[in-house]
């Protein structure tokens, strides 16, 4: 199944990737591999098969309502390429 | 508005819910912290930390599903809605996709006393992005800051059907949907403090019409006043173009409060494609049935079984009933007056003229007013036993309302106490008339104004505090 420029394209916008000319055409076909080894997977018939939603038979995972202290406002900041006003801070988007 | 055209318009509603902690991790909730101190790796979206549901959340989601009169199915689970911005550090949304925890549900509105059933598709839960800054003027300033404390408080996201067809409808929905939330204690809706938030998707066709039209959809509705306005401008907007000729974009808009206006945000060909998928990190949740029994069982007093009360229990006019009980406060605010002063038009009057106005003058809640409800009931006793004049009571009401002091010590401080005594009266009207004998002879002539003459005089000689009523029964004696 090959992906067109487009979808490649839609793709990458999505993902915010600013991709050259050639990593478009090179990603196209690896993104076209990748498709179609999942793809085989519509040889089966699944039929009768209930759609899996989680790997593992649980159920009903609660904690209750309780407010704890989370990390300082100083650690929590301290990968932040930027920060102010106890803030991070980042280029503006509209 | 032109006549050949219809508005459609569905809400989606953002309901923060009244919890502790957040939905996925333990921090605080409370409104008004240091930027960024309630927050943890989970929230702050590290690669690794892990969610585990709050179980608050979940009964909360369930309650207003009772009381929207949904569908709660037994099964539901959670989704990643994938996109970025800023304000969400994970790069996605942990909300329900196609199986949310509440659907197919309604509510009902009063458009002067006509009833009107506006659907509800679903309601799920979710959780809330941080909090973007913009420094300076927003279209100029390069850079923005980032608060994370509203980054995971659990939302409840309610999604009407395209039922209503005006503003005033949709202000109706708005405003019955905000009672029932706090009514059945599941978010504090405060829209100031965004709380509750709300969405507006508008489109117009020709009346008659069948198929939609190209539908826009209005943020940053932060008042029931700017979704009206909003909506009154985008139909009017869209009716334009569609008469022009123009060919309308289905995209996002915002609501410019300062211009009254709405603006292009975003268009939707590209942006709404979010990648939906199971979130794997929260296994899915099964809700039994004695479960949803169990919290029906526990469910608070709504809206509309209140405005039946009141209508059936005191004979109120619906329009009374549905204005006590706008909020929870303000019902319990006449049920306390009620227990002590028994006549209801009398409390309700009160509350809906008096009170009203002051709150609105003052911008205060119920709940943190001064005033008392068994001080107002207190007031209301002293007219009846005639201490103070209706008129002397809307003096010792405002001084009530901004001091919080009983009736009997603003009366008395004042000095406001009514005279009622025949006696005292007799003598004041006695020199009036004595001293008017042309206008007594007016009056005598058939002028009936001149009656209102010597009751203003009256009035005047004891400063407001004579009682009417005695004020009218003796002076008809006097003139007959």
């Not at chain 2, 959780?127 to 994370?148: C, M, N, R, Y």
């Not at chain 2, 706090?182 to 507006?200: P, T």
């Amino acid at each position: 199944m090959a992906l067109s420029p487009e979808e490649v394209n839609h793709v990458a916008m999505l993902a915010r990737l600013a991709l050259s000319e050639d990593e478009k055409t090179a990603f196209a076909e690896q993104l076209s591999l990748i498709l179609d080894y999942v793809e085989r997977l519509n040889e089966l018939d699944t039929g009768e098969v209930e759609p899996l939603i989680h790997i593992l038979p649980v159920f009903n995972v609660l904690r209750p309502d309780e407010a704890l202290p989370g990390s300082s406002q100083e650690e929590i900041l301290s990968n932040a390429p930027l920060v102010e006003d106890g803030q991070y801070k980042v280029p503006r988007i509209i | 508005m032109s006549k050949e055209f219809e508005t459609v318009i569905g809400l989606e509603v953002h309901a923060e819910l009244k919890t502790e902690s957040k939905i996925f991790c333990s921090c605080s909730t409370a409104f008004g912290a240091e930027p960024n101190s309630q927050v943890c790796p989970f929230c702050a979206g590290f690669p690794g930390a892990l969610p585990v549901l709050n179980e608050k959340v979940l009964e909360l989601a369930i309650r207003t599903g009772i009381a929207l009169n949904c569908e709660i199915p037994e099964y539901c689970k959670f989704d990643r809605k994938n996109y970025f911005y800023p304000d969400l550090p994970a790069a996605y949304q942990i909300s329900q996709f196609d199986q949310p925890v509440c659907k197919n549900g309604y509510l009902e509105i009063d458009l002067d006393g006509e009833i009107k059933r506006i659907r509800i598709n679903r309601a799920h839960m979710e959780e809330d992005a941080g909090k973007l800054v913009h420094q300076g003027d927003i279209t100029t300033t390069p850079f923005s800051l980032v608060d994370l404390n509203r980054c995971g408080i659990g939302l409840l996201e309610i999604v009407s059907e395209p039922d209503m067809r005006s503003a005033r409808e949709a202000r109706a929905y708005l405003e019955k949907l905000r009672s029932i939330l706090l009514f059945a204690g599941v978010s504090d809706c405060k829209m100031q403090e965004g709380s509750l938030r709300c969405d507006a998707n508008i489109s117009v066709r020709p009346a008659g019409q069948e198929e939609l039209g190209t539908r826009t959809e209005i943020k940053n509705l932060n008042s029931f006043r700017s979704l009206e306005r909003a909506i009154e401008y985008e139909a009017r907007r869209h009716v334009e173009a569609i008469e022009d000729g123009e060919e309308l974009l289905q995209e996002t808009r915002t609501w410019d409060e300062e211009k009254q206006l709405t603006r292009s945000m975003r268009s939707k060909e590209e942006a709404d494609d979010y990648r939906y998928f199971p979130d794997p990190d929260l296994p899915p949740l099964r809700i039994s049935r004695e479960r949803i029994e169990e919290i029906r069982r526990q469910m608070p007093e709504l809206p509309d079984a209140a405005q039946e009360r009141l209508v059936e229990t005191y004979g109120l006019p619906h329009y009374d009933a549905a204005i006590l009980t706008t909020t929870p406060d303000y019902l319990e605010f006449f049920d306390r007056v009620i227990k002590i002063y028994p006549d209801a038009k009398v409390v309700s009057n009160w509350m809906m003229s008096e009170l009203n106005k002051y709150l609105n003058q003052s911008n205060l809640e119920i709940s943190d007013c001064l005033l008392k409800p068994e001080k107002l009931a207190e007031m209301l006793q002293l007219i009846d036993d005639g201490t103070i004049s209706g008129k002397m009571a809307k003096t010792v009401f405002a001084e009530m309302f901004n001091s919080g002091k009983s009736a009997p010590e603003v009366v008395k401080e004042k000095g406001m106490v009514q005279i009622s005594d025949e006696k005292a009266l007799s003598a004041i009207i006695e020199s009036i008339v004595n001293g008017n004998p042309k206008v007594v002879e007016d009056y005598r002539n058939g002028k009936e104004k001149a009656f209102g003459f010597f009751v203003g005089q009256v009035m005047k000689a004891t400063r407001g505090q004579a009682n009417p009523a005695v004020v009218n029964k003796l002076l008809k004696e006097k003139l007959k």
